[in-house]
Nanobody, 122 residues
């Protein structure tokens, strides 16, 4: 019923930049929060950044000052601008959204994208 489609991953040298984009589509009534998680090989998935519809923003300590999350509310899109990338930022990045859908009733869903690989290497 709801899909998240990510784009923007790839290979970049240390110190470079990438921008990830995620668009939500489907039977969406509202989105309370959208964000990005990442999972490096052999590690648990971790929160990178998230932004609520009210504007509250959360960042992992490891990306503060380097990454910026933004939302285009009318397009149900979330962007992650990643600057000063480091090899330790290498991971699969997943888009996440807390969505309300309306069928016969209102239902809360947590939706995940398929993931996009970011590789930081020289």
């Amino acid at each position: 019923q709801v899909q998240l489609v990510e784009s923007g991953g790839g290979l970049v040298q240390p110190g470079g930049s990438l921008r990830l984009s995620c668009a939500a589509s489907g039977s969406i009534f509202s989105i309370s929060s959208m964000g990005w998680y990442r999972q490096a090989p052999g590690k648990q998935r971790e929160l990178v950044a998230a932004k609520t519809s009210g504007g509250d923003t959360t960042y992992a300590d490891s990306v503060k000052g380097r990454f910026t999350i933004s939302r285009e509310m009318t397009k149900n899109t979330v962007l992650l601008q990643m600057n000063s990338l480091k090899p330790e930022d290498t991971a699969v990045y997943y888009c996440n959204a807390d969505v309300v859908i309306k069928t016969t009733t209102y239902s809360d869903l947590e939706v995940w994208g398929q993931g996009t690989l970011v590789t930081v290497s020289s």
